[in-house]
């Protein structure tokens, strides 16, 4: 119980401030529309904030915009269609099929605009288009503004602290990601292969990790608060997504291990690489550090390739050669990656 109480206890602390930006949202957006005349009760005012805030309020202008032009286009097509054409399934399917098209363009920086064609149809259920169309449009568009106005400043996250929570998880998978590989050589066939599942497991919180941070690179564009933190988001941000570009070598060195554990035609292979592997998935893995800190990774990468160097000159062994690859690609992304010297 008490483990029960202490998890709903950390999801509280984790999305009050969303539901508090969101209540308050709302309640401004509500009595907004009532000051400017609303002669019936604003639900549509209230709506926009609801949907548009979903957690981060850097996403809310583009919600914003793709919710309220969604809504004007969709009530403009089916009051067109409703004027020239009697309510029936072909007006339907014409109705939902130009709203999907409209949505095609009217993206606002977002997939395909579904709110164009909802608009379209919940004219159908009105009783009178043109009292919907006049409410709806106007009470969206107070919605819209009081959502973007206020976004920004109703507790707004810090990305910089969520860049550099992400940062730390991302350093942890990837070292124990390399570390536990290179353990795995030679370990036996089974722990070869959990250790693989482990690495996709890593790749897949790393994916996420990007996905986040590219949304707290988002969010500082729309927090007025904490500009002071914007140039450091950004490195931290490229840091992230250089080291996710990486990934795809980590699970091919996982991959290759697996499969040469427990050969016995490559017993011999495996113990010799099994001596070299450790110390390099060590140095590779404090280049990474390094990236994801935002210092110069070059110190740790020329290391790391001296290491590699030295393993090429002791053993030129197919099996040596295939485990070798996956570094050599990892110090070429490396070199490749934008502001590697920040």
Do not use: K
Not at 61 to 69: D, E, F, T, W
Request: include cysteine.
């Amino acid at each position: 119980m008490h483990e029960w109480f202490s998890g709903l206890g950390g999801v509280v602390r984790a999305e009050w401030p969303g539901a508090a930006r969101i209540v308050v949202s709302v309640a401004v957006a509500w009595q907004a529309a009532l000051w400017l005349g609303a002669d019936q009760p604003p639900v549509y005012a209230a709506v926009v904030p609801l949907v548009a805030l979903r957690g981060d309020p850097g996403t809310a202008l583009g919600a914003s915009v793709q919710r309220a032009l969604g809504v004007v286009a969709g009530v403009l097509i089916g009051i067109g269609v409703v004027n020239v054409l009697r309510l029936s399934t072909a007006a339907l399917a014409l109705v939902v099929a130009l709203g999907l098209g409209v949505g095609m363009l009217l993206r606002a920086g977002g997939g395909l605009n579904i709110q164009v064609a909802a608009s379209s149809l919940l004219v159908f259920a009105n009783d009178s288009p043109d009292a919907y169309a006049f409410h709806r449009v106007w009470e969206t568009v107070v919605g819209g503004v009081v959502t973007v106005v206020l976004a920004p400043l109703l507790w707004p996250p810090d990305p910089h602290r969520v860049l550099v929570g992400v940062g730390e998880d991302c350093r942890l998978r990837v070292t124990r990601a390399l570390t536990g590989t290179a353990a795995a050589l030679g370990a036996g066939p089974d722990a070869a292969r959990d250790n693989l599942l482990l690495v996709q497991d890593h790749v897949a919180a790393v994916h996420a990790g990007a996905a986040r941070a590219r949304e707290a690179e988002r969010a500082m564009r729309f927090n007025p608060l904490r500009r002071r933190y914007r140039e450091a988001v950004g490195v931290r941000a490229r840091g992230v997504a250089v080291v996710d570009g990486l990934t795809a070598h980590l699970v091919t060195l996982a991959r290759e291990v697996a499969a040469f554990t427990g050969r016995e035609d490559l017993a011999e292979d495996v113990r010799r690489a099994a001596q070299r592997l450790p110390g390099l998935a060590s140095l590779t893995a404090r280049a990474v550090e390094d990236v994801l800190a935002g210092t110069d990774p070059r110190p740790s990468v020329a290391a790391a390739r001296e290491e590699l160097a030295g393993w090429t000159r002791a053993d030129s062994r197919p099996a040596a050669v295939a485990l070798r690859r996956p570094f050599q690609r990892v110090f070429e992304d490396l070199d490749l990656a934008p502001g590697r010297g920040v």
